[in-house]
């Protein structure tokens, strides 16, 4: 069979270690072919993602047979319903403008830099979450933390909680910046004109329920997860495309299946997804996904959006699998956040609401999401399947992650990877290929076990199939992941 041979894989077994598929080793070819996988099979010590549920639950998900994708709620009974009306969830973009305050002739300087009529500060953590500051400021930039009535401040519509980044012409990153300033400015009292850059909270550009306000819910399946949403708005504006649709009317939701709380980041697992509605079709939006669910259009997803009146009508139909590896038999809680955006103009977003302030508008802090549990199935007999990732190591084609499974009723999954050799995102027929698998048990308890592969193939761009089977035969889950070996 010469160089072109495939390795043919023996199984070991390791009672310490758990399952081990290793291979002889092969001669080098100048083809790209196959040459066998070295699969490892442990299973993971110690508490595992069923066990990170520690916050209470803010919210539940009921169970439902199917919903009818139409933006009516007709069947959407036993939902828990969730406002976003409250003063709490109002956001609007920061503006940044010019105030000028005017120095009458005669006022006199005081040595507590009163005599401009207001007070100040060094931006931080809590002036930024007290005055809705929800830009990242980096500690960068002077808060106006009070002013007094009828002072010049006060006639120049400076107000408490705006960020001045100039004043008079010269940069004001800290506040002794503003300090320095004002001292030069009293030493030649009135009449001045003092311009200030600063950047402002946009809460009043929302004009109030009418303009913006918002509900929500979720419902769940054995496949899928249900989301409608009715948003009270008084003009709907959509003119952007694609990664952009956020800046015009849309909503975005944030998960996080492994409750991995990353504070900054979503990680390997995470999930930011959207919907809009734009030339008066409903478009479903992913931002962020798994490697192997790209970024872009989710045509899986069935989702109805439509105006009635000064409101639009959100609903969608999105299988378990485009949000994998969420699992809700597995682990009932999983982290959320919800954020509805307004524009009015159709050229950028004005304000928002958001379910947990800042959490996704912020650096998508998953730690900060709301916690969702989801109602069990009722399905004595399902096998409730998970993988999420652990790593890849491109240049020697080896890749880890961690598989979960659970079942009310004992029962086994069998796990199958195919390697194959890939060229440009499709398959090579360069070669058969290389198969191999293992056999885990399932219990009432989830059970997670790490799988570590490597491959002797030379280099080149492959694939490695997963596909998880029932004792029927019937697929369980099915993953792809790509290898470039160098």
Request: glycine share 8%; net charge negative; hydrophobic share 40%.
């Amino acid at each position: 069979m010469g160089s072109s041979r495939i390795a043919l894989a023996c199984l070991l077994v390791s009672f310490a270690g758990g399952l081990c598929l290793a291979q002889e080793e092969l001669p080098w070819s100048d083809r790209r072919v196959p040459r066998g996988l070295t699969i490892t099979v442990e299973e993971v010590p110690g508490p595992g993602i069923a066990d990170r549920a520690t916050e209470p639950t803010d919210y539940h998900i009921a169970r439902v047979d199917e919903i009818a994708t139409d933006a009516a709620f007709d069947d959407w009974g036993r939902a828990e319903w969730v406002e976003m009306s409250r003063d709490a969830h109002y956001f609007a973009d920061n503006t940044r403008m010019t105030v000028t305050i005017e120095v009458p002739e005669g006022a006199t300087p005081t040595d507590d830099h009163w005599y401009l009529g207001f007070s100040y500060d060094q931006m931080d953590p809590d002036y930024e979450e007290k005055y809705a500051l929800d830009e990242f400021f980096d500690y960068r930039g002077v808060v106006v933390t009070a002013v007094a009535p009828g002072s010049p401040a006060a006639e120049a519509d400076l107000r408490e909680g705006d960020v001045i980044f100039e004043m008079d012409g010269g940069k004001t990153a800290w506040a002794y910046q503003v300090y320095r300033t004002i001292e030069r400015l009293g030493q030649s009292p009135g009449p001045q004109t003092i311009a200030l850059q600063i950047q402002r909270n946009g809460r009043d550009h929302i004009g109030g329920p009418d303009d913006l306000s918002a509900r929500f819910a979720f419902l769940v399946d054995d496949a899928t997860l249900y989301f409608a949403a009715e948003v009270t708005d008084d003009i709907h504006a959509q003119e952007m495309d694609d990664w952009d649709l956020w800046r015009n009317d849309c909503i975005q939701i944030g998960f996080d299946p492994t409750l991995a709380r990353f504070d900054d980041h979503y990680g390997e697992d995470g999930h930011e997804i959207g919907f809009a509605l734009k030339d008066g079709e409903a478009v479903a939006w992913r931002w962020k996904g798994r490697r192997d669910h790209p970024d872009g259009v989710m045509r899986e997803v069935d989702a109805a959006i439509k105006r009635q009146g000064g409101r639009t009508l959100y609903e969608a139909a999105m299988p378990l699998s485009e949000l994998a590896p969420l699992s809700p038999d597995m682990w009932p809680h999983c982290g959320m956040n919800v954020l509805v955006n307004d524009s009015d103009d159709g050229v950028a977003r004005k304000g928002r609401l958001e379910l947990r302030p800042g959490a996704i508008t912020k650096n998508k802090q998953m730690d900060r999401f709301a916690d969702f549990e989801f109602a069990p199935s009722l399905d004595a007999s399902k096998i409730s399947f998970a993988w999420y990732w652990d790593y890849r190591l491109q240049p020697t084609g080896k890749a880890a992650f961690t598989v979960a499974a659970r079942s009310p009723t004992p029962t086994t999954v069998r796990i199958v990877a195919r390697l194959e050799s890939w060229d440009g995102g499709r398959r090579a027929d360069l070669e058969p290929a290389f198969a191999e698998e293992v056999v885990l048990p399932v219990t009432a308890e989830p059970r997670e076990w790490r799988l570590e592969t490597s491959t002797r193939s030379q280099p080149g761009e492959y694939r490695v199939e997963w596909v998880a089977y029932d004792p029927e035969g019937a697929v369980v889950a099915r993953r792809g992941i790509p290898l470039v070996i160098q």
